[in-house]
């Protein structure tokens, strides 16, 4: 079974930018959560998703969005891009809220 | 806000020795702690979990321990291997809105001396 994949691995923007991150799930896992790793702050969440909703929100500003579609797939967006986003971004599935979490690689997002 | 912590940045072992990464936490309504593993350039692995009801969980190799009294989460890793040289990360879980969300704490490095 394949893990979680997230595109594009690596991508460079300039501030003021918007950016849009993909995650796709481990197949049957409805539940995503999205979390920004950086050497400052650390592991934090973002977002989790389920079934199309979101459940959950970290303390993150307004700029910071996402969403799941129908498939379990989901997206992070990212606008008006500040020098302080560069991180890299991490997507975890799971099955239902209450079972493991796996992670897929990350996106790692650097705002010049 | 409430967070998880660890007291040690860097654990340096040798091969074949025992290793002890710990974690205080803050939130006493977290459900679950959950020990993750983190190579560079890829995400955190689950490596074990523990139930607030519990004390004390076994796995290949891993034991957590949780003193729910002094809020105070510890990971042991017997023998340890240089494929164990990685960051290591603890999270509290807490069950929100039907969901959940991990907090996680800042991460220890260990590294594994041949």
């Known amino acids: 079974k394949a893990g979680v994949t997230q595109t594009p691995r690596y991508l460079i923007k300039t501030r003021g930018q918007q950016v849009t991150l993909s995650c796709s799930p481990i197949?049957?896992?409805?539940?995503v959560s999205w979390y920004q790793q950086t050497p400052g702050q650390g592991l934090q969440f973002l977002f989790e998703y389920f079934s199309e909703t979101q459940r959950n929100k970290g303390n993150f500003p307004g700029r910071f969005s996402g969403r799941q579609f129908s498939n379990s797939r989901s997206e992070m967006n990212v606008s008006t891009l500040e020098l302080g986003d560069s991180a890299l971004y991490l997507c975890a599935s799971k099955w239902t809220p209450y079972n493991e979490q796996f992670f897929g690689p990350g996106t790692r997002l650097t705002v010049l | 806000g409430e967070s998880v912590g660890l007291h040690l940045p860097t654990l340096s072992v040798q091969e074949g020795d025992n290793s002890i990464i710990n974690c205080a936490y803050s939130?006493?309504?977290?459900?679950?702690f959950i020990w993750y593993k983190q190579e560079s350039g890829k995400g955190p692995q689950f490596i074990i979990d523990i139930r607030s009801n519990m004390d004390k969980r076994q796995g290949q190799r891993v034991t957590v321990l949780l003193n729910k009294t002094v809020k105070h989460l510890s990971l042991q890793i017997a023998a340890t291997q240089p494929g164990d040289s990685a960051v290591y990360f603890c999270?509290?879980?807490?069950?929100?809105?039907?969901?959940?969300?991990?907090?996680f704490g800042g991460g220890t490095r260990l590294m594994v001396k041949p």
């Open positions: 999270a509290e879980n807490q069950s929100r809105n039907a969901g959940n969300m991990l907090t």
């Open positions: 197949s049957g896992h409805r539940s």
């Open positions: 939130n006493s309504a977290s459900d679950y």
